[in-house]
Each structure stands twice: as C-alpha cells, then as structure tokens.
C-alpha cells in the first residue's frame, strides 16, 4: 500500500460524529470541573459546622452535669483518656477543615494558560488533602467518642433493667 491509502484508511478509521448523550456527558464533567472548588469549598463548611456540632455537645454535657469533672470522670483515667483523645481529634479534625476553605496564595502567570492550569491543580490536591485529613480525623474522633459513650449507655440501661449483677 502506498502512504495515501493508508491515510485514506485512517481518516476512515477515525470516530464518526459524537451523539447527544456523549456531549452531555462531556458537558457534564467539564461543569463538575468547573464547580469543583466550590464543592470542596462546601465541603470543608460543612465539615466544620459538624465538628462545631459535636464539640459542642461534647462540652455541654461535660458542663451541664452539675459538678466538675463529671461523675463518669472521677477516677476512671480509662474515660479521661478517651474524652482527651476525643478532643484532640475532633480539635485536628477541625484545624484541618478550616486549612481547606482558607484562601492560599498561590504563584501563576495569568498570561500562561499552563501555568494556570498548574495552579488549579494544587488548589484542588490541597483542598482535597486536607478535607481527607480532616474527614478521617473526624470519624477517628466519633469512634472514640462512641467507644466512650457506649459502656456508660449500656451501664445506664443496665441497671434501669435491674440486672445490675451482669
């Protein structure tokens, strides 16, 4: 074959017309791209007012309980350890959360399409990582506050029950 058949056989090759639904789909990846920042943007938001959430009843029932520190404190170094833990993470959970909605400079030339391109993609990997840091953190701190939580809702029921003795 010679170079003008097989590049008539390439331009054959080639992929016919995109349907309807593949420019949909295109548009609809390119608008999920466009909208990724303010996705994760929500997300750290989000994030943080749960945390908030879960700090704050951490705290009222640590103060409305009458007395300082609790009942289920004094002398149970066990449930100490988990709350100070618990703390510690929901408090890194938080920090994280708030390092990916804060605005960071960064260096491109907005003559370079390139150049911003780069730009996009670290603010998307840096507001990525620390939302992962921050979700992680986030469960870490729920699982210890429920290995806490668990035993004394369990004691609780226990002896309403009347099996004080199990």
Known sequence: MNNQQ????????????????SKSIVAL?????????????????SL???????LTVLFAVTALSGTFPPAYLKGNTTAKVFIVLTLI????????????????PYNYNSQ??????????????????WLNWASWLFVAGSITLSARLYPLARQNEIGR?????I
């Open 89 to 104: 993470l929901f408090m890194a959970s938080l920090f994280s959360a708030i390092r990916a909605i804060r605005p960071f």
């Open 112 to 129: 370079n399409i390139t150049s911003m391109r780069e730009a996009l993609q670290k603010m998307i990997h840096r507001k990525s990582s």
């Open 29 to 45: 990846f390119s608008d999920m791209r466009g909208k990724q920042l303010d996705f994760l943007d929500a997300t750290g938001k």
């Open 161 to 165: 029950v009347g099996f004080s003795h």
């Open 6 to 21: 097989q590049m008539g056989q390439q331009v054959q090759q080639r992929d016919p017309e995109p349907s309807e639904e």
């Open 48 to 54: 943080i007012e749960r945390i908030a959430t879960f």
